[in-house]
């Protein structure tokens, strides 16, 4: 029976050793796949504009972090009339808590106190380009860039 307890007693010193580690394990995966989810829903957006050849814009709520992505419906008819787009079976794609979206760039332009930010992305595959600027889990800036002309995606620290 004591030999029991000192395991246990052991086990729960390792525990208690190895927890921050983990925690600081899974904060980092969640802000891995938040960024994951940014770049996956820009790339769908020109993707399906090139494909489609059709205007499509990537909304974004600044103050919930949540963006979602947007079809024009037909250009020929309205072309203020717009579909939601599912990527990857998600109709939006919400940011983690661990990371926070603390400004919005478009074309040079900040948003600037804006609750909600577009991005287009045109048939030919081009974009008035943007950055995104968030905080991570660890209190660090992240930068997620668009390029203008390719419509990359590339993300900084």
């Given at each position: 029976?004591?030999?029991?307890?000192?395991?246990?007693a052991?086990?729960?010193?390792?525990?208690?050793a190895v927890?921050?580690?983990?925690?600081?394990?899974?904060?980092?995966a969640?802000?891995?796949?938040g960024?994951?989810?940014?770049?996956?829903?820009?790339?769908?957006a020109?993707?399906?504009a090139?494909?489609?050849?059709?205007l499509?814009?990537?909304?974004?709520?600044?103050?919930?972090?949540?963006?979602?992505?947007e079809?024009?419906?037909?250009?020929a008819v309205?072309?203020?009339?717009?579909?939601?787009?599912s990527?990857l079976?998600?109709s939006q794609?919400?940011?983690?808590e661990?990371?926070?979206?603390?400004d919005?760039t478009?074309?040079g332009?900040?948003?600037?106190?804006?609750p909600f930010?577009?991005?287009?992305?045109?048939?030919d595959?081009?974009t008035?380009?943007?950055s995104l600027?968030l905080?991570?889990?660890?209190?660090?800036?992240?930068?997620?860039?668009?390029?203008?002309t390719?419509?990359?995606?590339?993300?900084s620290?």
């Amino acid at each position: 029976m004591i030999e029991l307890i000192v395991v246990v007693a052991i086990v729960a010193i390792v525990f208690a050793a190895v927890r921050p580690a983990l925690t600081g394990l899974f904060r980092g995966a969640r802000e891995r796949s938040g960024l994951r989810g940014i770049v996956g829903i820009l790339s769908f957006a020109r993707t399906e504009a090139v494909a489609r050849g059709r205007l499509v814009r990537v909304l974004c709520d600044l103050r919930e972090g949540v963006l979602w992505a947007e079809r024009q419906v037909d250009p020929a008819v309205d072309r203020s009339q717009f579909e939601l787009q599912s990527v990857l079976g998600r109709s939006q794609v919400r940011l983690p808590e661990v990371l926070t979206i603390t400004d919005l760039t478009i074309g040079g332009q900040g948003a600037a106190g804006q609750p909600f930010g577009a991005i287009y992305f045109y048939p030919d595959g081009h974009t008035d380009g943007a950055s995104l600027s968030l905080i991570g889990a660890s209190g660090r800036g992240l930068l997620v860039e668009l390029s203008p002309t390719t419509g990359r995606v590339t993300i900084s620290a």
